[in-house]
């Protein structure tokens, strides 16, 4: 593990350290002020090994400057230093949708069906958005950790760091040691599998919505569609996203989300 940075160094001449948001096998997340537009900004950063390393993060880097969606928080910088490289991302503040339902649910309160679906259905634009690139985007981390729910009531799905551009067909090979999180990552994505497509962001929406829908975390995939008939029979789709063998022709980001309104 990268050793924190002080709270109060500056990076980069302008992004002052406030305190780490998580942590990981990559690195750290900061919450850092952007002195030069007095902004909060949010700073990940990474080991860099090589100079094919920094150029594969550079090009990531490119590829994240050009989503600009609602749903997604704004890309705002990357920079070297010190043989770490950092990505700088607008900071979203509100409640993560894990920590919301749990709240909720310890007041004895529900949070309504339809509110909750209205937020899959944003993040699922976001996705869909993501898929639309050339090269295609994967976040590859899709979890209620990541959806950050702002006060106004916008749900947004934060942690782009982990997103990996990869041509058209082919396959990131970024496995679960790395990135994704169990529950909610695909079987492709750990050691051994066959690597990441957008396929495998449809599989953590899907563990994603079960989440939502259950306040329970995905259980293995020999447990989990059980579950889902005698919970909630109606629930098709979420059962096809959460196959244990994707298949070549998943539902889109945008059409997994709109068959649970149906």
């Not at 050793?3 to 990559?26: A, K, Q, W």
């Not at 609602?70 to 900071?91: A, K, M």
């Not at 996203?241 to 649970?260: I, K, M, W, Y």
Request: proline residues 6%; negative net charge; glycine residues 8%.
């Amino acid at each position: 593990m990268i050793e924190t940075i002080p709270s109060g160094t500056v990076l980069h001449g302008r992004y002052r350290i406030e305190r780490v948001l998580g942590s990981g096998g990559f690195g750290h997340v900061y919450l850092a002020h952007d002195q030069m537009t007095n902004q909060q900004a949010a700073v990940k950063e990474y080991l860099v090994t090589g100079a094919s390393g920094q150029e594969q993060l550079r090009h990531e880097a490119r590829v994240l400057s050009q989503l600009h969606h609602p749903n997604l928080p704004e890309f705002l910088d990357t920079f070297i230093e010190q043989g770490r490289y950092y990505v700088v991302l607008s900071y979203i503040e509100g409640d993560d949708l894990t920590d919301l339902i749990r709240v909720t649910r310890q007041r004895n309160e529900v949070i309504p069906v339809p509110q909750m679906l209205s937020w899959i259905l944003s993040i699922c634009d976001g996705v869909m958005f993501m898929h639309s690139q050339r090269p295609i985007v994967i976040h590859r981390d899709i979890k209620p950790d990541n959806i950050r729910i702002t006060p106004s009531g916008t749900a947004v799905l934060v942690d782009l760091g982990n997103a990996k551009a990869a041509a058209d067909g082919a396959r990131t090979l970024f496995f679960i040691r790395h990135q994704g999180t169990p529950g909610y990552a695909p079987p492709e994505q750990y050691p051994g599998g066959t690597g990441t497509d957008a396929r495998s962001d449809v599989y953590a929406l899907g563990g994603t919505l079960y989440f939502a829908l259950t306040a329970s975390e995905p259980a293995s995939v020999s447990n989990r569609n059980q579950s889902i008939q005698q919970g909630r029979p109606d629930l098709l789709s979420l059962q096809e996203q959460l196959a244990n063998n994707p298949p070549e022709e998943s539902p889109e980001a945008n059409a997994a989300a709109s068959s649970v309104w149906a």
